[in-house]
């Protein structure tokens, strides 16, 4: 009974120092909006010089496909945009446009980036039109990529319904906050079948607040459903296939979507913990891929071996390194070699990012929309995954010396292939880039970027990347 009123009385006086501390839901539209409206525009050119069969890795690694994987390239980006700016108000707005036109040693082409509007109204987003993913707990900027998601392949066209941000949970005193969404997308780039969509939904929590000490989860699901396939015809595009994909259930017009689930279905959970202090952050992270039933809990996973983990640190009281990130990436377990046996299914054998009906995978323009060390079907002889086995550490540090910004990579990947087709390989790739601003030049930003490979996977590479852009103010609003 002590042990019960002891427990009652913590309880009333945590809540006490809660209501003391914070709001009952505090919420951002609850302080002064001090955002000003502006229009901006950006023009850039590029140009790209290497030698060997490709463009070192990181030349064209995690650009939203802007940069060609061929040795030889050059483009020229102009676009406008409005960021959404009021997070104090109780609605706001962006949208975007961004467009390039370049070529390579195999010809010219051009592409629309970004081309989207957004709004929000209270915690409410909803996104429609050409715009890259942001998604995930890793640390954007310095980042290999999410496991799921990366800024690897090019944008495709979708619409997006959710809390983008975390928010303040109701009657948590902001100690608990959520985010979430859904997701149709469009795949337009006519590669295996044709015309196929893309569902993803998914949901995130975040206890601390604005504790010094955060703990953060997500869950996605994503997958690709209906379109036209070259072998087995219409797959089935009616909003009662895309019911059955959001449930991940069995159904369409083939024998194995009806015995198992319609489309091409891939899981991912996130886990992170952040600490915050005196100007400081670090950031880990943990990030599994799921591909086969049961959805376990990460820890309890069958191929709970693989997966993304990484630290990022940032820092404000030195310009010199602002950031330092390193990432551990393994998908060579996949839950074992074996998917069945005897008739026993063993559920092993996940081989990541294919699939027996969508033949080009989880890729978009033949870029991994995952992380890049999936190696893109771009690089190799067919449309499909050839190489989703791997051990990769990636490490990226940036800063800032006396005005002149660099960023630096180096990644080292030992490569099996697949259990279908195994291939021993390694690349060791190595990226340097300084820009600086030049008030005396027009404002211009000259950047100049080398990079190297050295291994048996793409071959051995050295380059030079050169780039000049300007960014300004068309209108800006007075408060």
């Not at 962006?94 to 010219?108: A, E, F, P, T, W």
């Not at 006396?402 to 490569?415: A, E, I, K, P």
């Amino acid at each position: 009974m002590r042990n019960c009123r002891l427990f009652v009385l913590s309880l009333l006086l945590f809540h006490v120092a809660c209501v003391w501390a914070w709001e009952w839901w505090p919420l951002p539209m609850d302080s002064a909006d001090s955002g000003r409206d502006s229009l901006v525009y950006f023009g850039e050119f590029m140009g790209l010089a290497s030698s060997g069969e490709f463009a070192p890795f990181w030349f064209s690694t995690n650009r939203d496909g802007a940069v060609s994987v061929a040795p030889y390239s050059s483009y020229l980006r102009i676009g406008v945009d409005k960021e959404a700016v009021h997070s104090a108000r109780w609605w706001d707005y962006s949208y975007g446009i961004d467009v390039l036109g370049g070529g390579d040693m195999y010809g010219l082409d051009a592409q629309i980036m970004k081309l989207y509007a957004h709004g929000r109204l209270w915690c409410f987003d909803i996104t429609a039109g050409i715009k890259p993913f942001d998604m995930g707990n890793q640390d954007y900027e310095l980042s290999a990529g999410g496991f799921l998601f990366s800024r690897n392949a090019p944008s495709m066209p979708r619409v997006s319904i959710g809390i983008d941000k975390y928010t303040a949970f109701p009657f948590t005193y902001g100690y608990m906050e959520i985010k979430g969404g859904i997701t149709q997308g469009w795949f337009v780039d006519k590669i295996g079948v044709e015309r196929a969509m893309l569902h993803h939904k998914y949901v995130g929590v975040r206890f601390g607040g604005r504790l010094p000490v955060t703990l953060n989860y997500e869950f996605h699901h994503a997958a690709q459903w209906g379109g036209k396939s070259p072998v087995y015809g219409e797959l089935g595009s009616s909003f009662r296939d895309w019911w059955t994909a959001f449930k991940a259930s069995s159904g369409g017009v083939m024998a194995n979507d009806q015995i198992n689930a319609m489309g091409n279905h891939i899981v991912s959970q996130m886990l992170g913990l952040e600490v915050k202090c005196g100007g400081w952050s670090v950031n880990t992270y943990w990030q599994l891929l799921l591909e086969d039933p049961p959805i376990r809990l990460m820890w309890r996973a069958k191929n709970a071996s693989d997966g993304l983990w990484g630290v990022a640190i940032k820092q404000n009281k030195w310009d010199f390194i602002h950031s330092l990130t390193y990432e551990f990436f393994a998908t060579t377990d996949q839950a074992g070699p074996m998917h069945d046996l005897d008739g026993i299914i063993l559920g092993g054998k996940d081989n990541y990012f294919n699939n027996i009906v969508y033949l080009q995978g989880w890729s978009h323009f033949g870029r991994t929309i995952g992380n890049p060390f999936v190696t893109s079907p771009i690089y190799g002889s067919s449309i499909t995954t050839e190489n989703n086995r791997a051990f990769t550490h990636h490490i990226a540090l940036k800063g800032d010396i006396y005005g002149f910004n660099y960023l630096v990579r180096y990644s080292h990947s030992d490569n099996f292939g697949t259990y279908d087709l195994p291939m021993r390989s390694y690349n060791n790739s190595v990226y340097c880039s300084v820009q600086r601003l030049v008030p005396q030049a027009w404002n211009l930003s000259f950047g100049v970027s080398v990079g190297a490979d050295f291994g048996t996977q793409f071959g051995n590479s050295f380059g030079a990347m050169v780039t000049i852009s300007r960014r300004g103010i068309i209108w800006k609003s007075k408060k």
